[in-house]
């Protein structure tokens, strides 16, 4: 009995022995360095902002007036084209054939105001030496006026065939840029059916929609910003128009901006931030804008958060809805109140739950 109990206590000494050790080998990780910084509220904006899309200024979704089977497409997507190049051709045999018959009937009427025109000639050469009568002069007039006329719808009628063939060979109206082909060859093309969409690579313009609270501040040539979102390139411009109304278009208004000519990689398409400059004397409705700088966000997929401090100096990732860029600053919509801290640079990688020291 006695040798039992010893055994126990020295099996007992040695666990609490190794529980000591382990105790002792948990070493708590080090608080991260890290800095804050208060959100940045702007209550008085010196501008107005709206989203928009670069556009080219001549644009043009060529169709035809004619049915027919489309024979050859004679460019390709991408490709630069000159004002009046051929784009489409369409099958034109009905069209060769009826100029045919408008020909044989232009020689036909040709053939009959010749002679008409000789009799009357004649005739008035009789009516002058009074061997003729004037019943038979007005006769000869008549019959040379129709002879004419008839000469005279003939050649219209060419003009509308050959009017006609236009349709069937669709050019380019400017120089530009083929954007879009939407048929193929041997595709039957019908009436104002899009066929290729041309942009001119000359100029290119914002198309942006401001709000009605807004739109006041807005003038023709005034001078604005242009962010391009996919490369957060500046860009400048004026504005060129601004629409008057808001009816088919929700309480937006409808602003275009001509883009000064740039040496940065620019297409159609892409999709920007304008910010108005606000002039002293126009009311501009007050927003708060919460702002803050794009290196703070953290993304994880989908969504984006940044790391705020929490009780007992512990980051908290906090997920956020956002809005605008602005630069290198991006607005909070919500997930920030008023002048709270968040982190804004740390020595160290951050976690949800991970010790910070504020320096």
């Given at each position: 009995?006695?040798?039992?109990?010893?055994?126990?206590?020295?099996?007992?000494?040695?666990?609490?022995?190794?529980?000591?050790?382990?105790?002792?080998?948990?070493?708590?990780?080090p608080?991260?360095?890290?800095?804050?910084?208060?959100?940045?509220?702007?209550?008085?904006?010196?501008?107005?902002?709206?989203?928009?899309?670069?556009?080219?200024?001549?644009?043009?979704?060529?169709?035809?007036?004619?049915?027919?089977?489309?024979?050859?497409?004679?460019?390709?997507?991408?490709?630069?084209?000159?004002?009046?190049?051929?784009?489409?051709?369409?099958?034109?045999?009905?069209?060769?054939?009826?100029?045919?018959?408008?020909?044989?009937?232009?020689?036909?009427a040709?053939a009959?105001?010749?002679?008409?025109k000789?009799?009357?000639?004649?005739?008035?050469?009789?009516?002058?030496?009074?061997?003729?009568?004037?019943?038979?002069?007005?006769?000869m007039t008549?019959?040379?006026?129709?002879?004419?006329?008839?000469?005279?719808?003939?050649?219209?009628?060419?003009?509308?065939?050959?009017?006609?063939?236009?349709?069937?060979?669709?050019?380019a109206?400017?120089?530009?840029?083929?954007?879009?082909?939407?048929?193929?060859?041997?595709?039957?093309?019908?009436?104002?059916?899009p066929?290729?969409?041309?942009?001119?690579?000359?100029?290119?313009?914002v198309?942006?929609?401001?709000?009605?609270?807004?739109?006041?501040?807005?003038?023709?040539?005034?001078?604005?910003?242009?962010?391009?979102?996919?490369?957060?390139?500046?860009?400048?411009?004026?504005?060129?128009?601004v629409?008057?109304?808001?009816?088919?278009?929700?309480?937006?208004?409808?602003?275009?901006?001509?883009?000064?000519?740039?040496?940065?990689?620019?297409?159609?398409?892409?999709?920007?931030?304008?910010?108005?400059?606000?002039?002293?004397?126009?009311?501009?409705?007050?927003?708060?804008?919460v702002?803050?700088?794009?290196?703070?966000?953290?993304?994880?997929?989908?969504?984006?958060?940044?790391?705020?401090?929490?009780?007992?100096?512990?980051?908290?990732?906090?997920?956020?809805?956002?809005?605008?860029?602005?630069?290198?600053?991006?607005?909070?919509?919500?997930?920030?109140?008023?002048?709270?801290?968040?982190?804004?640079?740390?020595?160290?990688?951050?976690?949800?739950?991970?010790?910070?020291?504020?320096?």
């Amino acid at each position: 009995m006695k040798k039992l109990i010893a055994i126990l206590s020295i099996s007992a000494v040695f666990l609490t022995s190794c529980g000591g050790d382990k105790k002792e080998s948990i070493k708590q990780e080090p608080a991260i360095a890290v800095k804050v910084s208060g959100i940045s509220a702007n209550n008085n904006s010196p501008f107005v902002t709206a989203s928009g899309k670069i556009e080219a200024e001549n644009a043009a979704n060529l169709s035809t007036r004619m049915m027919g089977y489309v024979t050859k497409i004679h460019v390709k997507v991408g490709q630069k084209v000159g004002a009046g190049q051929l784009l489409v051709s369409i099958n034109n045999t009905d069209l060769q054939a009826k100029k045919a018959q408008v020909d044989a009937s232009i020689l036909q009427a040709t053939a009959g105001y010749n002679n008409a025109k000789k009799d009357y000639d004649r005739f008035v050469n009789l009516f002058k030496q009074q061997s003729a009568s004037q019943k038979e002069l007005d006769d000869m007039t008549a019959r040379y006026e129709m002879a004419k006329a008839g000469l005279e719808g003939a050649k219209q009628m060419r003009n509308e065939v050959l009017a006609q063939f236009s349709y069937s060979n669709i050019t380019a109206p400017f120089s530009g840029t083929v954007t879009n082909t939407f048929v193929k060859e041997g595709d039957m093309a019908n009436p104002g059916m899009p066929l290729v969409s041309v942009e001119g690579a000359t100029r290119l313009q914002v198309t942006a929609m401001v709000s009605e609270n807004n739109i006041a501040a807005i003038k023709k040539e005034m001078a604005v910003k242009v962010l391009v979102k996919s490369s957060n390139k500046n860009l400048t411009g004026k504005v060129s128009e601004v629409s008057a109304s808001a009816t088919n278009t929700g309480g937006q208004y409808l602003v275009k901006i001509n883009l000064n000519k740039t040496d940065a990689s620019v297409l159609s398409g892409m999709f920007v931030n304008v910010q108005f400059p606000v002039a002293n004397k126009v009311q501009v409705a007050k927003t708060e804008m919460v702002l803050v700088p794009e290196t703070a966000l953290v993304k994880q997929g989908q969504l984006t958060g940044i790391y705020t401090i929490g009780t007992g100096n512990v980051a908290i990732l906090r997920w956020l809805r956002t809005g605008k860029n602005f630069g290198n600053q991006v607005e909070v919509l919500s997930g920030l109140s008023a002048n709270e801290q968040y982190i804004i640079s740390a020595e160290g990688k951050l976690y949800n739950g991970a010790t910070v020291s504020v320096q």
